[in-house]
């Protein structure tokens, strides 16, 4: 089987798994025209994607991945405001409040267009696009700076006041509208570079 065969195997096997999880309401709507406009070029194809999103969640410890709970979660900015309504009186471990940048993982043909792919990527501005893979298989993520991560809370004690809360809030909003905005200069790039689909 040539490259051109196994790429084309992945893309497929990516768009399938994309569908499903379109039909189960897994997709947040907000980053769909992203992963539908990477998808129709014949050398992409998307493994993962967020819109950028606010997170409060409760952990063990800082870096306690696998024993995180998640309170609220939104893609949507217009629902940020919505998360103090999850403040939790009882809670155990850390509670963290998170902003993270809109994020893209991309499966890529070949390595020329990959770096195409970062170097228009840094150029607009996402500055921690970078090479995720070369091998057995081509994956780049398409990744701004923007983020907060904070510590808010610990065992049924809230730190902060709901106007830090607020600022926090509203900060976080502005993060992810000016790395969005990043992104629409990203897509244009690829636009002018690669042809439109």
């Not at 063990?60 to 939104?74: G, N």
């Not at 998170?98 to 501005?125: C, M, W, Y």
């Not at 000016?178 to 570079?193: F, G, S």
């Amino acid at each position: 089987m040539n490259s051109r065969e196994k790429f084309e195997i992945r893309k497929k096997r990516a768009l399938t798994k994309l569908q499903k999880a379109l039909d189960m309401g897994l997709v947040d709507l907000e980053v769909l025209p992203v992963i539908n406009f990477i998808n129709r070029y014949p050398n992409f194809y998307t493994t993962s994607s967020c819109a950028g999103r606010l997170v409060l969640m409760t952990k063990k410890d800082a870096r306690a991945k696998y024993s995180t709970k998640f309170l609220f979660k939104t893609h949507d900015l217009k629902k940020f405001d919505v998360m103090l309504q999850y403040l939790p009186t009882q809670f155990n471990g850390q509670l963290w409040f998170s902003v993270t940048a809109p994020l893209f993982h991309i499966g890529v043909f070949s390595l020329n267009d990959a770096e195409q792919l970062v170097k228009l990527a840094l150029e607009a501005r996402l500055g921690y696009s970078m090479f995720k893979s070369v091998s057995p298989k081509i994956i780049v993520e398409i990744r701004g700076t923007g983020r907060i991560e904070v510590p808010i809370g610990e065992n049924n004690a809230i730190f902060v006041n709901k106007e830090y809360l607020s600022y926090l809030i509203a900060l976080g909003k502005k993060i992810i509208e000016n790395e969005r905005e990043r992104l629409e200069v990203w897509i244009k790039k690829v636009q002018k570079a690669f042809g439109e689909y």
